[in-house]
Structures are given as C-alpha cells and as structure tokens.
C-alpha cells in the first residue's frame, strides 16, 4: 500500500518462502516449481586490479601533481627591468616601449628591459615514470595496453601475432575459469530444470538425461585467411572428413561430406570421354 516494509525472501528444493513485516511477519509459502534453488553466486579473493593498486594510486597522484604544476607554471610571465611602458591587453600590434634615462654623473645612458619567465624544469622524469607506471600496471594486471595510441602503429597483424599480444590476459582468464566455469554450469543446470518442470515438461526425461557442457570462447576476431591457410596445408595429412570439418564455412558436416562428393562425380563425369559425348 505504499509503504517501505522489510522483507524476506527464503529457497529451499521444494518452497519458496515469502515474508513481509507488518507489525507481525506474513509469511507465504508456494511451490519451487524449479526443484533447485535458483540462486548462482561466486566469490574471488580480490579484484583484479588489486596487486597493482599501490601502482595506480601513485600514477594518479602524479597527474594530479603535474595538473596543478601546469596550472601554475604555463602562463607566461613577463619580467621587466627599470623603465617599462607596457600596453594594454587589449592593444592589438602591441609594442614594449622603454623611457631613456642618462645618468648625471657619467652621462652614460641606459633603459628598461623585459623578457618572459619561461619554466626551464625539463619534464622528462616526469613522462618517464608515467609510462613505466603504465607498463606496470598493465604487466601487473595482466591486462593488455589496447589503447589507439598503442595499436595505430602495429598495422594488420596476424591472428597468432594477436593471440600472442593478449596471451597474458587469456592464462589469467582461464584461471579465473575454476571460479567462474562451475558458476556457469551451475546456472545451466537451473535452468535446465526449469525446463523440465516448467516449460518443456514433455522432453523432461530427454533434458534429465542430456549433460550441457560450456564452452568459453575468445573475443578475439578470427584471421579467416590465415585459417584457411593453414587447412590448406593439413590436407595433406588429414582426412577430407577432418578438413571440413575444421573449416569456419561448415554448418553440417554430413551435408558438406555429401555435396562434395556429389561435385566429384560430377567432375569425373565431365572430364571422362563418355560424360563429354552425352
């Protein structure tokens, strides 16, 4: 009705249990059509970034610092000497204009002068400890510089050259897969169940009895020339059955087996002095 209530959610195998606070708990109880509890959770020992926390505090101390030694600094600074007559902000084709004053004593005679503060600090330590704080972190982190900086020059790579680039990133992914694998297995299942008892009770004894294995792919882009390439090469080792099998143009290898074959004979039948006659 519009108010803020506390509230209770409780699984087992075979109920739900439903609770709200109203001064008393109500409590309703219905049927875990799932016959599972449907809750998946996983838990790691530390984020990723965190043996190379130290690294990124201290890289953004420095910008932090080198923002607000920019602030200060890149302005220029006019500095001036004795006399000066200086124009306006607003004068356009402006011009330093310094009064002529002769000493009395010896007649020698002199004038102002003006140069610009310039700050001569070279900042290369500066770049030098960003960019090494930048490879240690991403070394760190096991975590490739993909930034457009970084790829603009390496041209069009090779998918093993790519495969290489990123091998860090794949062995800590798949270490991370003996926390995370059993996790999405364990969701398959569930919703397995709900299948077999929910939405597809007639195939239940078929879903019961299939085992749904996960496959972690790669989110790098295939090298489909490079591929074909190298099944190019193993045809003359392997199988035509393993070959098209292989190959990333087959959708049914049973259907690709037959066609070729069928194109085969028809080539044969074509070259032969009796097919041409026909």
């Known amino acids: 009705d519009g108010r803020i209530?506390?509230?209770?959610?409780?699984?087992?195998?075979?109920?739900?249990?439903?609770?709200?606070?109203?001064?008393?708990?109500?409590?309703?109880?219905?049927?875990?059509?799932?016959?599972?509890?449907?809750?998946?959770?996983?838990?790691v020992d530390c984020p990723d970034w965190d043996d190379v926390a130290n690294l990124i505090d201290k890289k953004e101390m420095r910008l932090s610092r080198l923002s607000d030694t920019n602030d200060y600094f890149s302005e220029p600074i006019l500095k001036t000497y004795g006399?000066?007559?200086?124009?306006?902000?607003?004068?356009?084709?402006?011009?330093?204009?310094f009064?002529?004053?002769?000493?009395?004593?010896?007649?020698?005679?002199?004038?102002?002068?003006?140069?610009?503060?310039a700050?001569?600090?070279?900042?290369?330590?500066?770049?030098?400890?960003?960019?090494q704080l930048d490879d240690a972190i991403h070394s760190g982190a096991s975590s490739p510089d993909l930034s457009m900086s970084k790829l603009m020059g390496l041209g069009n790579l090779s998918g093993t050259s790519r495969r290489f680039m990123l091998i860090d990133a794949e062995i800590k992914a798949s270490e991370q897969m003996e926390i995370f694998g059993p996790v999405v297995q364990r969701t398959?299942?569930?919703?397995?169940?709900?299948?077999?008892?929910?939405?597809?009770?007639?195939?239940?004894?078929?879903?019961?009895d299939n085992y749904i294995e996960v496959e972690f792919g790669s989110i790098l882009p295939q090298d489909?020339?490079?591929?074909?390439?190298?099944?190019?090469?193993?045809?003359?080792?392997?199988?035509?059955?393993?070959?098209?099998?292989?190959?990333?143009?087959?959708?049914?290898?049973?259907?690709?087996?037959?066609?070729?074959?069928?194109?085969?004979?028809?080539?044969?039948n074509n070259r032969s002095m009796m097919g041409a006659t026909f």
């Not at 009064?99 to 503060?117: F, Q, R």
């Not at 700050?119 to 960019?131: P, R």
């Open 119 to 131: 700050w001569q600090q070279s900042c290369e330590s500066v770049t030098l400890e960003l960019n």
């Open 188 to 208: 398959v299942a569930i919703i397995q169940a709900g299948m077999c008892n929910i939405t597809h009770t007639k195939f239940a004894s078929q879903l019961i």
């Open 5 to 43: 209530c506390e509230c209770v959610k409780i699984y087992t195998k075979d109920t739900i249990y439903s609770g709200i606070m109203d001064g008393i708990w109500k409590v309703k109880r219905t049927k875990n059509r799932f016959g599972k509890i449907p809750v998946v959770y996983a838990e």
């Open 83 to 97: 006399l000066a007559n200086l124009p306006n902000k607003e004068t356009v084709g402006k011009e330093l204009n």
């Open 224 to 268: 489909l020339a490079e591929e074909l390439k190298n099944l190019e090469t193993a045809a003359q080792f392997n199988s035509k059955e393993t070959i098209i099998k292989n190959s990333p143009y087959t959708d049914d290898v049973e259907q690709e087996l037959a066609r070729k074959k069928r194109d085969e004979q028809e080539d044969a």
């Open 99 to 117: 009064g002529m004053e002769v000493d009395p004593d010896t007649g020698t005679s002199y004038h102002g002068d003006a140069d610009y503060l």
